[in-house]
């Protein structure tokens, strides 16, 4: 007993330093793992209500993007709007349905925090769970999509960026029907990668790259960028690059996704695999 | 509570802030961001209750992480150079009978001064970045972005300390 507590006076330093050191650790591999929450985040009250106040001001210098971003997708939603109008005189005959069904609703937020330069980033928004937001929600804005909604606090959550080396989106191009995963390499914030491209599936430079209907976060047809370049080994892409559309070092203001449908759809496939 | 214990309590704040307002945001050269706060661990004094400077140090790089939405990374890397600063010291001074109560940044040799922030630097960075890319299949990232990022973290701390503490 005496030359136990002799040894712990001894190196009391090093246990000290041994203990705190494994609470770093812990920190680290929760972070590391896509699907645990974590303690350490920036969607709580002194951190989020910080960078609100830090945002309150870096706000004004950004005002300009951010009107010609809303102006940009004004004119995209309206380019939509008159192609309905020719879609729907050439049918004459249908009967208007008139059942009111709403499959996404949509939740705008602020960004105050955002990085792109590290391996694995993080935004945070001025919006939690008293707005509705959960985790595991789409986010996107006029340009595209932004990433999933991670944690949540009262006010504020975070957002795992299509920059951070755990996310993984899929997607599909916009004129066939391949499906593929977006996943980023952390070397240019404007430029992604895509993978699992079938073999099949013709591509080329230009090509316009859009969020596939399987994933259960983001509505189908939401834009994400073009292809940049690609390679080809053995008949198969490799290293397929994508220019995003949206500067992901200049995001202002985003919507969440959530997908009214979502656990109806989770629980049919559960209990179709169970089956 | 004395003058001394202020003075560190307003450094680790103004630390922290400088860090996540300012420099978090640099991105020089697209992707270097310098970590200053790390100039707490070299200005702090040498006391008897190094266990207190432990968890403050674990507590400075905790905020941070907390702020840069980073896990536990910056915390393990400051704890790691709080707790090998006294061994480095007395490597870099070459000598084990230093005044240490008296001890000051300012009152150590320009060069050797250089070498001791250098060397806790680079090994803090190196944990950084190890740990937040977390596989040595990217060792080569890992060193440049140490390398880089040190040699800017350095720059900044030597200027700071030249400019806003007094010559002893």
Request: some cysteine.
């Amino acid at each position: 007993m005496q030359q136990l507590l002799y040894f712990i006076k001894k190196f009391r330093f090093f246990l000290l330093f041994l203990i705190l050191q494994i609470v770093a650790f812990y920190f680290t591999v929760q972070y590391h793992s896509y699907q645990k929450s974590k303690f350490v985040n920036s969607a709580n009250a002194v951190t989020g209500g910080f960078y609100t106040k830090m945002n309150n001001i870096n706000e004004y210098f950004h005002l300009k993007t951010d009107n010609q971003l809303l102006i940009e997708e004004n004119i995209r939603l309206k380019n939509l709007l008159e192609k309905r109008v020719i879609d729907n005189s050439i049918v004459t005959t249908t009967v208007v349905d008139t059942m009111y069904t709403q499959k996404y609703e949509y939740t705008s937020a602020k960004v105050v925090n955002n990085n792109y330069t590290k391996l694995n980033n993080f935004l945070t928004i001025n919006k939690g769970s008293n707005n509705g937001i959960l985790p595991e929600l789409g986010v996107i804005n006029g340009r595209g999509i932004i990433g999933v909604i991670k944690n949540t606090s009262a006010n504020y959550a975070t957002i795992l960026s299509i920059l951070n080396s755990s996310s993984k989106i899929n997607v599909r191009l916009k004129n066939s029907n391949h499906f593929g995963t977006l996943v980023w390499n952390g070397k240019d914030y404007n430029i992604t990668q895509i993978t699992d491209i079938p073999r099949q599936a013709l591509i080329k430079e230009g090509d316009t790259i859009i969020t596939g209907g399987k994933s259960l976060l983001f509505p189908e047809g939401i834009l994400v960028g073009v292809i940049k370049d690609f390679k080809i080994q053995n008949n198969q892409y490799t290293q397929i690059n994508i220019a995003l559309f949206n500067d992901m070092s200049a995001i202002g203001h985003v919507q969440v996704v959530k997908n009214l449908e979502k656990i109806e759809q989770l629980k049919l496939e559960q209990k179709t695999v169970n089956e | 509570m004395n003058n001394l214990t202020l003075i560190n309590i307003f450094r680790f704040i103004g630390l922290v802030l400088l860090q996540v307002v300012v420099f978090n945001h640099i991105n020089l050269f697209g992707f270097i961001n310098p970590l200053i706060y790390i100039a707490w661990i070299f200005l702090y004094p040498f006391r008897k209750n190094i266990s207190l400077f432990l968890i403050v140090s674990f507590a400075l790089g905790l905020c941070v992480d907390f702020f840069s939405d980073s896990g536990g990374i910056n915390a393990a890397a400051t704890l790691l150079i709080a707790y090998i600063r006294y061994p480095i010291l007395k490597i870099v001074l070459k000598r084990s009978d230093i005044d240490f109560l008296l001890f000051n940044i300012r009152t150590v040799p320009f060069g050797k001064a250089i070498a001791f922030i250098s060397v806790l630097t680079i090994i803090h960075h190196f944990t950084i970045f190890s740990f937040a890319y977390f596989s040595f299949n990217n060792f080569l990232s890992i060193v440049s972005n140490t390398l880089l990022t040190s040699f800017f973290t350095v720059l900044i701390i030597i200027l700071g300390i030249l400019l806003l503490t007094k010559k002893k």
